[in-house]
């Protein structure tokens, strides 16, 4: 690979600091790894053949491959709520991709047309979110990719909500172009009092679409990974660190330099697509849609282990446990192709979709000498059980009551701490069933047990996981008592949003 972004790292990071820190901070090191859109099925550890991904295969053979881990929700914004809130979809505030942007008014860069406020429905200010927990009990906390919890100067952004340090998107639509005009940071360090745009000065003299888009030099997923890594090395040791890598790779357009990632599967993917772009969902046209798929995917593996090996060499690998998962399952817009790439692991559905496809989550953990190496897992999680198991590992007693907001008549954390099942102990507590709603196809899922029901419109489709994984056959009229069961734990667990809302099935 030959990306200046990229590749200056090599030259100003590698510093080996072996052992030097690695007992001086009590709490283990947290990093978060969430990327974007990736189905169940992209990476090699879980059955792809045709991407290259070594450096998350080797970590799941250092560490344990869940095959049951579920997303937060089918589609970004609600499913990162779910992982901050610690809440189901039936209980946080954030839903959906309410965006904030549409009506703001225009201001330009270049000859480029940008609005002058962007960002989704912000997190309740009112409910903790899991960096200020973490915060709260002696993390430094640093966040690195997409935001989508909250608008520019709205009450939910980077700088209100626990983050010492963040570089990124704050808006998830801004994230479709890779070659953007600006992207946006907060950093105590620097003096920052508020989230700010950083100007993309070079990209901004050619324009956001057609083929003058390309000479755009400033590559947003390379600048974002340079940023993380930078707050990486400064860590040293003496406080224990929390960090949210939120990559948008696969995510949206199909653009990324021309280095030897890409021109590799180009000359692997001979006969390839291509795709005419679409602009008013700020997706540039692609050529070579499967190689530049591909390489995107392994462009991500190589930051993965770019962060295991910084870990290693300032000596924390012992002390930090590092997670990787995606947001929800695959997409086909901006001319991705999930169906020539088997990307939904053989499961039914996309993103947008309470399927198994668009929620079932590639979930890899390592932790050396702590989480078993080489271990396959099948218990059931979902991403509002990360916030119980971060303090369970960092310490954090009764954080429900804690943290719970005493003005409110009520406030809801849904998790359960997997950290037993992390660990090898006994004692793991099971969901006695999983949910999910999401209003934009309107549909409500919920896996109890091996049983899965699908909500749509109304309707509900009942499945049996264990015999028909891809949700083939609708078994409702044949166990009307387990519908009525799930009915009467969807009666219980939607609570009415009035931003965001599904129809539920008729309670009889």
Known sequence: MTNRNLFFLLGGLACPLSGIYAQKASKPNIIYIM??????????????????????????????????????????????????????????????????????PVVMYGENKEYAVVGQHPYDPDHVILPEIMKDNGYT????????????????????????????????????????NFLNRYSKSLGDTAVVRVVMDENIHYPMYGKDYFKRPQYSADMIHEEAMKWLDKQDGKQPFFGIFTYTLPHAELAQPEDSILTGYQKKFFHDKTWGGDEGSRYNSSVHTHAQFAGMITRLDYYVGEVLK?????????????IFTSDNGPHEEGGADPVFFGRDGKLRGLKRQCHEGGIRIPFI???????????????????????????DLAGIKNYVKKYTNKKKEVDYFDGISFAPTLLGQEGQKEHDFLYWEFDETD?????????????????PFLYNLETDIHEDHDIASEHPDIVEKIKEIIKAQHIPNPYFSVTLPSFE
């Open 310 to 322: 910084k870990l290693k060499e300032k000596g924390l690998d012992e002390q930090t446990i590092v």
């Open 443 to 459: 549909q409500i899922g919920v896996r109890m047990g091996d049983w899965k029901m699908v909500v749509k419109k109304g309707t």
């Open 141 to 180: 906390t640093g966040m690195f990719g997409k935001w989508a919890g909250g608008y520019e100067g709205s009450v939910s952004t980077p700088d209100k909500r626990g983050i010492d340090e963040y570089y990124g998107y704050i808006c998830q639509f801004q994230a479709h172009l890779y070659y953007p």
């Open 35 to 104: 990327c974007d859109d990736m189905g169940y099925g992209d990476l090699g550890c879980y059955g792809q053949s045709y991407i290259n991904t070594p450096n998350l295969d080797n970590m799941a053979r250092e560490g344990m491959r869940f095959t049951q881990a579920y997303a937060g929700s089918p589609v970004s914004a609600p499913s990162r709520a779910s992982f901050m809130t610690g809440q189901h979809s039936g209980h946080c505030e954030v839903r959906g991709n309410k965006e904030y942007w549409r009506d703001a």
């Open 365 to 391: 953990v390592r932790w050396p000498g702590k989480v078993p190496a080489g271990t396959v897992n099948d218990h059931q999680l979902a991403f509002y059980d990360l916030m119980p198991t971060f303090c």
